[in-house]
Structure formats: C-alpha cells, structure tokens
C-alpha cells in the first residue's frame, strides 16, 4: 500500500485541509480573472450622433446606452441611441475613437472628444487642436490612418 493509505484519518484530513487552503486563493482569482472585463465608454462618453445632427459634441448618458464593437455607445436621447443602433458604422467615429492624426503617425493616442471633424460622412477624433490642424493640412494622414487601422483589425 502507497506511504498516503498509511497515513491515519486525521493526518490525511489535515493534509486535504491544507490542500485546499492553498488551491482556493488560485481558484478564486481564476474565476475573477475569466469573468469578461465590462465595455469601455466610447468617447468619453459624447453622444457620436450628435456630432452628425447637433454639429457639436454632446454628453450621452448612462440610461441611453448601447454597446457595439466591444464599446458602451452612451446618446444624450433614445432617438438617437435607436439612429446608432439602426446603423452603427454611420455614426461610430473612424479608428475605435483613437486620434486619427496620431495613428496616420504610427501611434495610438487618446482622443479628445472636444476635437473632431466630419470628411466625406465620417466621424474623426483628434488628441488636440494641434493634430486635426495637421490633418487638415495633410490629408494623406487620414489615408495612412485608415491604412495603419487595417492593419491592427
């Protein structure tokens, strides 16, 4: 018989004991670890329909939300949450919302939703003034930047 069947009844429940004492840490953070991150919010929470009906960045809020394309999508109202969700890839900024100029550039930065402009029916972000001025004075950097996108999807 293996030196384990040997052992006496309350050796090997204190044996089983400290077993699981040191599994359940690793368990507990396993389960957490696999539970789905919820979704980011998209432009800092701005209202993308707005862009295209009010011509101005818009605070949604948390009651007229809608997640697409692993983003939480938050309108200022549910006429414009139903516009979104009727046809997403109108009204969802170019590039997930990051700063077009910057990823023409070969960089993922944070835009700030304050900053856009609408080209050919499309939505662009900018991290600055300073970058949709260089975009507006270079327009290969918005074809990079969709050239660069492709590559990342």
Request: glycine residues 10%; proline residues 7%.
């Amino acid at each position: 018989m293996g030196e384990f069947m040997k052992l006496r009844p309350t050796a090997v429940r204190q044996w089983l004991f400290l077993l699981v004492l040191i599994a359940l840490p690793g368990a507990a953070s396993f389960a957490q670890g696999s539970a789905p991150a919820p979704p980011g919010v998209a432009l800092k929470g701005h209202d993308t329909v707005a862009y295209f009906t009010e011509k101005r960045p818009v605070m949604g809020t948390a009651q007229n939300g809608y997640v697409w394309d692993g983003s939480r999508y938050l309108f200022s109202s549910v006429k414009n949450r139903e516009a979104f969700a009727a046809n997403p890839d109108r009204f969802a900024p170019q590039f997930g919302g990051l700063c077009a100029t910057g990823l023409g550039m070969g960089m993922k930065t944070a835009a700030n939703p304050n900053v856009w402009k609408i080209v050919d029916g499309k939505l662009y972000v900018f991290s600055s003034v300073e970058a949709k001025q260089a975009a507006e004075k270079d327009p290969t950097l918005l074809t990079r930047s969709h050239q660069a996108w492709k590559g990342t999807k």
